[in-house]
């Protein structure tokens, strides 16, 4: 586990990403949306879906794979209430939930959302640390919390032990909307990241 020191200097890192993406998700949408960070803990793969809570609450996860010199698994995850807000002031129509599924146009919005906030992230931390970082094209899982952790954790059980969590919100006309990133590194990244930001 990363100690205070270090996780205080990386939720720096991490409120720099969120700037960042805070201004491409704004140009892109042509409204201003603000990205906070409000903590950042590290935690065993197992207690994710505990931290997370309710596993039979609809959900949306955007989950991308990161290579590069830092490698591993990261996911963006709101509520079903939060994605539709997300879609709301992306300017698509109302109506994120399970049942109907999403259409290829909100699935569209939310992926570009997601690759935007999840780059911005990775990106960040890993110049920070003068390392190389390649976030791929975020997959769209609409589903219970639960099945979304579980393809996530599927993903990530024989290359990660450990997780990353950004605990963050988004905010627009006066409305916030929380949402969780989550990054699982392979050991070596993780060991990686830690050693870089110690030296910090």
């Keep these: 586990m990363l100690d205070v020191g270090i996780l205080s200097e ?48 609809p959900a949306v996860g955007l989950l991308s794979r990161i290579c590069g010199d830092v490698t591993g698994n990261a996911a963006l995850i709101f509520d079903d209430a939060g994605a539709a807000q997300l879609i709301r002031w992306l300017g698509g129509r109302v109506g994120c939930t399970v049942e109907p599924v999403l259409d290829d146009m909100q699935r569209s919005m939310l992926e570009e959302t997601a690759n935007i906030t ?38 990530s059980a ?3 032990d450990k997780a990353l969590m950004f605990s963050t919100a988004f905010r627009s006309d006066d409305h916030n909307m929380e949402a969780f990133l989550v990054f699982l590194p392979s050991p070596n990244s993780f060991d990686r990241l830690q050693e870089g930001l110690q030296s910090e």
């Design 10 to 57: 990386l939720e720096i890192v991490a409120r720099g990403g969120a700037e960042q993406a805070s201004h491409a998700i704004s140009s892109f949408t042509g409204r201003e949306i603000t990205i906070t960070v409000s903590a950042v803990d590290t935690v065993p793969i197992e207690e994710i879906p505990e931290r997370l809570g309710d596993g039979s609450q």
């Design 158 to 160: 024989e290359v990660a």
């Design 118 to 155: 999840i780059s911005s992230f990775m990106n960040n931390v890993a110049a920070h640390l003068s390392l190389r970082c390649v976030p791929n094209a975020p997959v769209c899982l609409s589903d219970m919390a639960g099945a979304i952790l579980s393809v996530l954790l599927l993903e």
